[in-house]
């Protein structure tokens, strides 16, 4: 099956820095890949994603590449903000029956104001 | 407003008895998820359903059961055979075809006495 690496587990920048959250996937027939931001106490929400037919796509601050080559794929934020400040799980998913996402263990994202 | 609730936001129970978490979508969405989540660790699945009446196990089902009588609604009951069913529990929805996006509910933190 699927298994999806995810890194760094805790990432602390000052508010205006970017950030990068890599994930590595093992599938090669994985072609889906979404981001969450989970705020404390809250459910995950998708913020962004990806499929294997792009390279790169953006939205305001945050983007999202992925190589299908070397199966990484990555979420930049820039300019962060302490609303920034939540838990980011990457995903990736394949196109079996059942659609089911294998997600990464998560990223602490801290954004000291 | 569309989107998938959960209820009630906590719950508590004492040890040996069942619980069942609410999980209703407006979405139209066919398929429905029960994930769990510890502190500190990615989303597990329990069950899902692709469609009404029927379910399948995910990863870590055992003392968990589920149904799915309606197209809106995937109840999660957690059983007294659940060695550790404190947690934060997430109901999901997808919305169909190959491309369809997965959304998350608020979540039900459970804690048992």
């Known amino acids: 099956g699927e298994n999806v690496e995810q890194h760094p587990s805790t990432l602390s920048v000052q508010e205006g820095d970017s950030a990068v959250i890599k994930c590595t996937y093992s599938?090669?027939?994985?072609?889906?890949f979404p981001w969450y931001k989970q705020e404390l106490g809250k459910g995950p929400q998708l913020i962004i994603d990806i499929r294997s037919n792009v390279g790169e796509k953006k939205d305001q601050r945050i983007a999202v590449t992925l190589n299908k080559t070397a199966k990484h794929f990555s979420l930049h934020i820039t300019e962060t903000q302490p609303e920034d400040s939540a838990v980011y799980f990457c995903a990736a998913r394949g196109t079996g029956g059942s659609y089911i996402p294998t997600f990464g263990r998560g990223t602490s994202l801290i954004v000291h104001p | 407003d569309g989107g998938i609730t959960q209820s009630p936001k906590y719950l508590f129970r004492k040890e040996g008895q069942n619980v069942t978490l609410s999980c209703e979508q407006n979405?139209?969405?066919?398929?429905m998820y029960w994930y769990r989540q510890d502190p500190g660790q990615g989303l597990r699945l329990i069950y899902y359903s692709q469609i009404v009446n029927d379910f399948q196990k995910g990863d870590i089902a055992e003392g968990y059961s589920v149904s799915r009588e309606k197209k809106e609604s995937f109840p999660l009951t957690v059983t007294s055979a659940q060695k550790n069913p404190t947690a934060f529990y997430l109901c999901?929805?997808?919305?169909?075809?190959?491309?369809?996006?997965?959304?998350f509910g608020p979540g039900t933190r459970l804690t048992v006495l």
């Open positions: 999901a929805s997808r919305s169909g075809g190959v491309g369809g996006e997965q959304f």
């Open positions: 599938d090669s027939a994985s072609n889906y």
């Open positions: 979405l139209n969405h066919d398929a």
